[in-house]
Nanobody, 120 residues
């Protein structure tokens, strides 16, 4: 099993910044990619950004966050970060860390979520 523990959420004014962290613990060998999703009240959960765990570290972003958010990883710490700049009120949501395994029959894994609130 893999456990994902998020931190770094909070309340910030529009235009501000926050950095989320997600540490994977447990049987992390074999994780292929990690990322962030978010869910606002009344909305479906949506992808924010993903990054592969391999040496290439390929990234993928939702159009709504391109140019403002940056995902990165520290493989030695099994940790993924989401740097969020120029935050907007519409970024307000619960942000969930997500991890997928090379073996499609294992996982995926989700964190418990961390609240991000952007005030106007």
């Amino acid at each position: 099993q893999v456990q994902l523990v998020e931190s770094g959420g909070g309340l910030v004014q529009a235009g501000g910044s926050l950095r989320l962290s997600c540490e994977a613990t447990g049987r992390t060998l074999g994780l292929n990619a990690m990322g962030w999703y978010r869910q606002a009240p009344g909305n479906e959960r949506e992808l924010v950004a993903t990054i592969t765990i391999s040496s290439g570290g390929s990234t993928n972003y939702a159009d709504s966050v391109k140019g403002r958010f940056t995902i990165s990883r520290d493989n030695a710490k099994n940790t993924v970060y989401l740097q969020m700049n120029s935050l907007k009120p519409e970024d307000t949501a619960v942000y969930y860390c997500h991890a997928v395994h090379l073996n499609k029959y294992i996982g995926p894994y989700w964190g418990q979520g961390t609240q991000v609130t952007v005030s106007s």
